[in-house]
């Protein structure tokens, strides 16, 4: 049982959010006090047994002093074989999927729900193991439920889940029974790295074990017989850790943890313990932050060699998040530290992690990251990139977007993609835009980004994933892709089909390509700066113009006038622009548009 998406209402930033898709590993992105650990936070208290404070409920939009009275949280689940046959076991009922929810009010409990079809009685809408024998004879009474031959509670119970089946339902939900608690994903919960403490660390990882060796079958005979066999499997696990803290930091010989286990109280653990070679202890608060991260990356990566040998396709699943564990880490530690974590995915269990690293969100697919903006208003909006075809799409997008030049945190961030077709123009635009912009501003700075097209159908298919999802996108074209398609693909009706709305995205220039539209006068003065006739003249706007009508492309005579390549040609005809009015009119209105997309999300 996995959780698919995740959805909270009037918990702090997160006001009003959309589903918010859970992947495998799903890494969250964004500003700070963005939504990203509230998102964590919310979590816990969905599936774990925290309780939200006061504070942790929003505020009441365009107020500063009054907060909302009610939160909601919700999940969707993503459900096995074995899942279905336990909860139509439980709950009496199949169902095909299921949405865990819990309202929250102030100052009052609220057990867990799902989404189902209810009887309108408020009181059938709740776990009916929780009523006495007593009540659930009271309410059948009232309903004409047939309890005759009844005597057990769970008989009773049998017979309320019979009649339920043949009422008219309405859409509403359900109190979560409260054995179908053991199925949900377990939440487990590593700090960020700003408050680095190993201690914590080995025991959550120390609770997640304890957690799933006490709902098994191992353990049998006397209490104290049970409490040895428990105490044992953990030291087991803790002395574990040494070789791996010893991979770290090779002076250590020994760590101590103790867990010790009883009925009444749980699981306790004593302060973790480093003994040096010499057999003296290591006292971690009086080390520096340096060692405390090595020991937290060792903790990592025992919690990993852990996971790998959890057991049994019937095992509990586990919701792993990490809040910016790579803060303040040096690049090869937040490379190792990644890699320990990813390697924590596997069946079973979901991994969920906040950073700001731009080395740890470029290593992912750009599908499983999620982008988190504070709007104006306080309130979080989160942008996610998916497709149809997800599973194809993440190779593909990912392969496309490292030969294009991007990383995933410049889909997220920049604010305009601007496709042009090949090399000249990759050479000539960027510097023919900042004299353009009358504050001399580069296309970075204005939030755009030069995407070079190839003349490949995988470029197109990249920018119709942008254009769908929301990106600003716009064309910068060869008049020819119009008249003549042979071997183009960026024709109108190649655009069109691919979601792009030609009349206001695309910007057709020259007659026929991007070089005939730039003036003989222009031409005349690459010439003349940079290969100047053989005979000691100067190149005329007369030569060019007669360029124009050999029946061949522009372009091609101007490479064997130059004896050069177009890229290169190109590159020479940027160097000669001086004023804005030597730029062609539609190279113009593109640079404009593309200027207002990106100041409009800005705004956004």
């Known amino acids: 049982m996995n959780i698919t998406h995740f959805k909270a209402q009037h918990f702090r930033c997160l006001y009003q959010t959309d589903w918010i898709p859970i992947h495998d590993l799903t890494v969250l992105i964004g500003e700070n006090d963005g939504g990203k650990t509230a998102t964590i936070d919310a979590l816990e208290i969905l599936l774990g047994d925290k309780e939200p404070d006061r504070e942790d409920f929003s505020f009441i939009l365009g107020s500063h002093d009054r907060r909302e009275e009610e939160m909601v949280l919700e999940a969707k689940l993503a459900l096995d074989s074995h899942d279905l046959s336990e909860l139509e076991e439980i709950c009496g009922y199949s169902l095909d999927s299921m949405v865990l929810l819990r309202e929250l009010k102030v100052d009052s409990a609220s057990p867990l729900k799902y989404r189902t079809m209810v009887h309108p009685d408020d009181r059938l809408q709740a776990d009916l193991n929780s009523y006495t024998l007593e009540t659930l004879r009271t309410i059948a009474e009232e309903h004409e439920i047939d309890l005759s031959g009844t005597h057990l509670k769970a008989e009773v119970i049998d017979a309320f889940e019979s009649w339920l089946a043949s009422q008219s339902l309405v859409e ?20 960020s790295a700003d408050a680095l403490d190993p201690q914590r660390e080995v025991e959550v990882v120390l609770r997640a074990a304890f957690s799933a060796e006490i709902v098994s079958e191992t353990y049998a005979g006397t209490l104290g017989e049970i409490t040895s066999k428990m105490e044992g499997t953990l030291n087991e ?32 653990t004593s302060r973790l313990q480093l003994i040096g070679e010499d057999s003296r202890p ?100 989160v942008v996610s ?50 004299i353009w912009h009358e504050d001399d501003i580069g296309l970075l700075d204005a939030g755009i980004r030069l995407l070079n097209g ?63 539209s730039f003036s003989n006068e222009l031409w005349a003065l690459v010439g003349n700066t940079w290969r100047p006739p053989n005979d000691g003249d100067n190149w005329v706007p007369s030569d060019f113009a007669g360029l124009r009508c050999t029946g061949k492309k522009f372009s091609d005579e101007l490479c064997a006038l130059y004896r050069a390549s ?26 404009e548009h593309a200027v207002s997309l990106a100041c409009s999300r800005e705004e956004a």
């Open 282 to 381: 290591i006292s971690l608060d009086k080390r520096g932050d340096g060692v405390k991260r090595q020991v937290t990356l060792a903790v990592y990566e025992w919690n990993s060699e852990l996971l790998s040998e959890r057991g049994g396709e019937n095992a509990r699943p586990l919701l792993l998040a990490f809040d910016e564990p790579d803060s303040h880490l040096d690049y090869y530690s937040q490379r190792k530290i990644f890699g320990i974590i990813r390697s924590m995915v596997r069946p079973g269990v979901q991994v969920l992690l906040c950073t700001h690293s731009l080395n740890l969100i470029n290593r992912v697919p750009i599908t499983r990251i999620n982008h988190y903006c504070l709007g104006g208003d306080r309130c979080t909006r």
């Open 566 to 591: 177009k890229p290169d040609i190109a590159y020479r005809l940027a160097r000669c622009v001086s004023e804005g009015s030597d730029i062609p009119a539609e190279i113009q209105r593109c640079f």
């Open 172 to 191: 509403g939900t359900r109190e979560l029974p409260r054995d179908a608690t053991r199925l949900l994903p377990q939440i487990q919960v590593f700090s």
């Open 385 to 434: 990139l998916t497709s149809e075809d997800q599973e194809t799409l993440e190779y593909f997008v990912d392969e496309i977007g490292r030969n294009m030049g991007l990383e995933n945190s410049m889909m997220f961030h920049e604010r305009c993609f601007m496709v042009v077709e090949g090399p000249s123009e990759m050479n000539a635009i960027p510097r023919l835009f900042r």
């Open 237 to 268: 696990r803790v002395a574990r850790l040494a070789p791996v803290i010893r991979k770290y930091l090779p002076e250590i010989s020994e760590v101590r943890v103790d867990p010790r286990f009883d009925f009444s109280r749980g699981l306790a």
């Open 454 to 516: 190839e003349n490949n159908a995988g470029a197109r298919h990249f920018a119709k994933f942008l254009n769908d999802n929301g990106r600003s996108v716009v064309f910068l074209l060869d008049s020819d892709s119009r008249t003549n398609p042979a071997n183009r693909l960026f024709t109108e009706e190649n655009l069109r089909r691919s979601g792009f709305d030609v009349e206001h995205q695309v910007f057709f220039v020259g007659n026929l390509e991007f070089e005939d």
